[in-house]
């Protein structure tokens, strides 16, 4: 079956960089467009960051553009997500998902097909 495992998240100070990394195995990681998404306490699933299926175009949310970066390592069936210059309005329950085989870009969380357990991200001030 499908499975994606997030890594690297973790207990911060503002300014500081965090890495994360999500682990796929059951799908064609490379026929699949991908994203990360956010969710903090209380509030709406938020899309962050997403890559296309060859990693040629990303797009980004305003709230993390100049900031975090994603990326992809098609070999190796995973996706990544550098943060850099981390905020407290960061702090969240970071996810990767993936769109159905050869669907492309959208920021609805509701189009995403499977989903990792997710990582927490703290960022204190």
């Known amino acids: 079956q499908v499975q994606l495992v997030e890594s690297g998240g973790g207990l911060v100070q503002a300014g500081d960089s965090l890495r994360l990394s999500c682990a796929t195995s059951?799908?064609?990681?490379?026929?699949?467009?991908m994203g990360w998404f956010r969710q903090a306490p209380g509030k709406e699933r938020e899309f962050v960051a997403g890559?296309?299926?060859?990693?040629?175009?990303?797009q980004y949310d305003n709230s993390v553009k100049g900031r975090f970066t994603i990326s992809r390592v098609n070999a190796e069936n995973t996706l990544y997500l550098q943060m850099n210059s981390l905020k407290p309005e960061d702090t969240a329950v970071y996810y990767c998902?993936?769109?159905?085989?050869?669907?492309?870009?959208?920021?609805?969380?509701?189009?995403?097909?499977?989903w990792g357990q997710g990582t927490q991200v703290t960022v204190s001030s």
């Open positions: 998902a993936a769109r159905g085989p050869g669907y492309a870009f959208t920021s609805a969380y509701t189009a995403y097909d499977y």
């Open positions: 059951g799908l064609t990681f490379s026929g699949h467009y």
């Open positions: 890559i296309s299926r060859l990693g040629g175009t990303t």
